[in-house]
Structure formats: structure tokens, C-alpha cells
């Protein structure tokens, strides 16, 4: 039987690929062009153009501070000028055409520069190099990004503020293990949160000083012959110093690195979130709702309500991660100094930037979102003995025993209620008294999750009042 003809995906045909031409910015020792494919692996400006904004402002502060010095003319630095901001506009605009010939976003600007003010253009390279050039570009356009960021996790932070104020004293269970263990409120439990996103956003500005150090004018690697003044430069830029050596200046990565790895942590904190809203709003839990705006519902199953945008949160933060390791690996083999390795950082980071943008912006919508069932929470608060620990308190405090001993008398009334199926505080006290005759009717005005929620009084914990004053203290911290 004859075999059926199969489609097929594959690039390869019959027909000639030309060869690409030499790029016209690499000067008179290549003549001829790359292969086809060293063109395909070579080209990065379809990704790196989202730079040509911190190109543009990096050429401008470079081409005054070429006149400053006397290096290039006032005439060229003007024409410079107006080139560049023309570009920009074209390429906001929408009619700049990227290249891919030309490599990067850096020969595209630098070519159509030509193509305005002619051959001025060439005299701005004077001084730098692509290395020092892409490292400022990549570092201005992260410290844009970090201070972002920023501004998105102080968003996250108002809302989970905003759930803390209202839900002060609402009581729930508080877990470990996923079971129940004491009682705390849902405002403690979102001040937690609070608390997370604000050591994420201490890293992210903590590494913002690592990334605002100026690279610009070490050139490829050893710094440049001609006398330039790379304080003005990087005064000019907004950058705190320019780096102190030229090698590692071109070289280094680790500021990107810092930023995944801050990046995959404050992944992880919005990741516990997102599986703590999963669990709530399962009705096994039914701690709180989703309205349809952050729900979706099923194909199959007209009564499912699935909170798919929390478990995107969930599972793009191993997508940050991933940038991180991508990294981490491409760097950890390269001797100094620049290798076309390094081209592989943009992506990840690129990548990571836009993807913890849309989980903080999803979690901080469903936190506005989300409203708690405080009949569900109330209700779980009466399974799992959950005020054991204040049965144990009560007999230290109260009868002087040791708390290891208070331990074991409490594990032995836990047992004995789980043996008659009833609350800690439904057992009678003839019972109690059997296991320890100095139990007194007292002790019952501690068994409530009310009383004790209110007993945590402790600097952190969990009493309403202690609670309302972390708002206000994190407000003046945060916002």
C-alpha cells in the first residue's frame, strides 16, 4: 500500500537561500557576508530594540561629553542631537525600520544616524564601545524597570493593607501543616504578606544600587585612550559612579543575576499567596470568594468556577526561576571579559520583567477581589482543638505546672474529646478534673478562639490591636 504523503514543517527546500551581505558597520575586514544561519543566531535586535530609548539617552550624554572634552565639535555634537531625537520619534512613532542585518539595536540607530546627519554619525562612537555600550543600555533600561516594579509591589501592598484594615479582628484558623492549629485573624494573616512583599521590595531596591553603576566608556575592555570624563557621563545619566574597572565593567552580569533571583523570590511569595486563594475558595474551604473577574468556568462542567488566575501566579513563578537558573548557567563559565554568550542575558530578564508585572498586577486585583466568608471561617475555628495551646497557657499561668507537663495534660484532653466527639470547651469539667485535679471552671473562659485571639497581645502577634497598630506602622513604612 502506497504510504500517504505527510506534510512537513521543516525549512529546508530546493530553492537557493541567498547568502546574507557583510554588515556594512563591520568595516574593511570582512568582505564577504555570514551564512544564513550565522546571520539567524547572530541577529539579537528583534529583541533587544526595546532598548533603543536607553540608547538613544546613553548617545546623547556620551556626545556632549565628547564636546565637553574637546573630542569631537559642537557642530557634530548638535547634528548628533537632532539626529537621535529624531529617531526616537520615528521609532515611537512606529515608522523606524529595525534591521536585522544590522545586528542590534545599536548599529540600527547608529546607521540611520548616518542616514540624517551623514558622516558625523560615525564620530559618536568615539570612545565607547557595543560592550560598555549595550552593558549602560541594559542597566538603565533595568533600573527603569526595578523602580516599576516598585511601584506595582507597593500597589500589592495597599491592597493586602486595605483587606488587613477591614478584617482586623475577623477570626480564622491559623494552619501549620494545613491543619488547624491556632486561631489568628484574616487581617494578621494578610499583614504576613505585607510583611513579604516588603523584604522583596528591600531586595529590588537594594539591588537597584548595584545596577546603577555606569559601565559607559570602559569601552571593549581596557578603557580608552581618549580624554573623556566618564564622571560627567555618568552624572549626566543619573548613575551613582561609573564602574571602576574597564574589564569587569563590560563583563559583569550579576547585577541581572541579583534581579532574578529577587525577581524568583518575590515569585515565590506571590506563588504562596495564589495557593492559599486556591485552597480558600475551594468549597472544602470556602474561606473567601472570587467574583467572575478573576474566575473562569469549565467547558464541560457548568458549576465550576476555577481560580485560574491564581494558579497562573502559581505557575509562572517557576517560569522566574527558570530565567534565573538560564542565566546563571550561561555566566558561570566565561572567562573575562565579554563573550557573545552574554547576549543570551536580555531575554531572561526581558522575560522575567513582564511576567512578575502581570502576577503582581493579577494577585493585586484578586486581593481587591476576594471577599471572606466569615460564617466558613467561624465554622472551621470548631474542628481541631484549635485552642489546645491556651488550655496549656491557662495551666501554666494559672496552676504553676511546667509547660512540658501543661503539654501533656492538654494532649491527654484532646484525646478524651476526640474519644466523645466534642469541642475542647464542651468537655465537662468532671472530666477535666479527672486527668488533673487542679482544673477549674476558669479554665472554660479561655477555650474561645475570640479569647484566644485577643491573648496575643505579644509584639507581631496576632490580637486585633496589635494587628491595627501594624497596619498603621506598615503604611508609614510602605506607602
Not at 564577504?32 to 533603543?52: F, H, K, T, W
Not at 494578621?188 to 548595584?210: C, S, T
Not at 503582581?360 to 466568608?373: C, F, H, L
Amino acid at each position: 500500500m502506497a504510504r500517504k504523503k505527510q506534510l512537513s514543517l521543516s525549512t529546508s527546500s530546493n530553492k537557493k537561500v541567498p547568502k546574507p551581505e557583510a554588515n556594512p558597520m563591520w568595516g574593511g575586514h570582512y568582505a564577504g557576508g555570514p551564512a544564513a544561519i550565522m546571520a539567524e543566531i547572530n541577529c539579537s535586535v528583534d529583541l533587544d530594540q526595546r532598548l533603543y530609548a536607553q540608547d538613544i539617552i546613553a548617545s546623547k550624554a556620551h556626545a556632549v561629553m565628547l564636546v565637553k572634552q574637546g573630542i569631537i565639535s559642537k557642530k557634530d555634537g548638535q547634528d548628533i542631537a537632532r539626529g537621535l531625537d529624531l529617531i526616537f520619534k520615528e521609532i515611537k512613532a512606529g515608522e523606524f525600520q529595525f534591521k536585522r542585518a544590522l545586528e542590534d539595536v545599536h548599529m540600527n540607530i547608529e546607521a540611520r544616524l548616518k542616514e540624517i546627519i551623514g558622516d558625523a554619525a560615525g564620530r559618536l562612537h568615539t570612545g565607547r564601545s557595543r560592550n560598555d555600550q549595550v552593558a549602560t543600555d541594559f542597566r538603565l533600561w533595568l533600573r527603569d524597570a526595578l523602580d516599576e516594579i516598585d511601584g506595582a509591589l507597593a500597589d500589592l501592598q495597599q491592597a493586602l493593607l486595605d483587606q488587613a484594615e477591614q478584617h482586623y479582628d475577623t477570626l480564622m484558623p491559623g494552619m501549620t501543616h494545613l491543619q488547624s492549629a491556632q486561631p489568628v485573624t484574616f487581617g494578621h494573616h494578610m499583614m504576613a504578606y505585607v510583611e513579604m512583599i516588603g523584604r522583596d521590595r528591600d531586595r529590588f531596591q537594594d539591588a537597584r544600587k548595584r545596577v546603577n553603576e555606569m559601565p559607559l566608556g570602559a569601552a571593549a575592555l581596557a578603557g580608552t585612550s581618549f580624554p573623556i570624563d566618564r564622571l560627567m557621563t555618568a552624572k549626566l545619566l543619573g548613575f551613582d559612579r561609573p564602574m571602576t574597572n574597564s574589564m569587569d565593567a563590560v563583563s559583569a552580569r550579576d547585577f541581572a543575576l541579583e534581579f532574578l533571583s529577587s525577581a524568583s523570590i518575590a515569585g515565590v511569595h506571590l506563588s504562596r499567596l495564589a495557593e492559599e486563594i486556591t485552597l480558600w475558595v475551594s468549597p472544602h474551604f470556602n474561606f473567601v470568594t472570587l467574583s467572575e473577574a478573576y474566575t473562569t468556568g469549565s467547558s464541560i462542567m457548568p458549576q465550576k468556577r476555577n481560580p485560574d488566575a491564581a494558579e497562573l501566579v502559581r505557575g509562572k513563578a517557576g517560569r522566574l526561576l527558570g530565567s534565573f537558573t538560564t542565566l546563571f548557567v550561561v555566566m558561570k563559565g566565561l572567562a573575562l571579559t565579554y563573550a557573545k554568550d552574554m547576549q543570551e542575558d536580555k531575554e531572561h530578564v526581558f522575560d522575567a520583567v513582564d511576567t512578575l508585572h502581570l502576577m503582581i498586577a493579577a494577585m493585586a486585583g484578586m486581593v481587591r477581589d476576594m471577599a471572606p466568608n466569615k460564617k466558613a471561617l467561624e465554622e472551621a475555628l470548631k474542628v481541631g482543638y484549635i485552642t489546645a495551646t491556651d488550655l496549656a497557657d491557662w495551666l501554666v499561668r494559672v496552676a504553676n505546672v511546667p509547660f512540658r507537663e501543661a503539654h501533656h495534660i492538654t494532649g491527654k484532653m484532646v484525646r478524651l474529646a476526640e474519644h466523645k466527639k466534642v469541642r475542647l470547651d464542651e468537655l465537662a469539667l468532671d472530666d477535666m478534673q479527672a486527668i488533673d485535679g487542679r482544673i477549674s471552671q476558669q479554665v472554660f473562659s479561655v477555650l474561645s478562639p475570640g479569647y484566644a485571639v485577643k491573648s496575643r497581645t505579644s509584639f507581631g502577634g496576632t490580637a486585633p490591636q496589635q494587628v491595627k497598630k501594624a497596619i498603621k506602622k506598615a503604611r508609614q513604612r510602605y506607602l
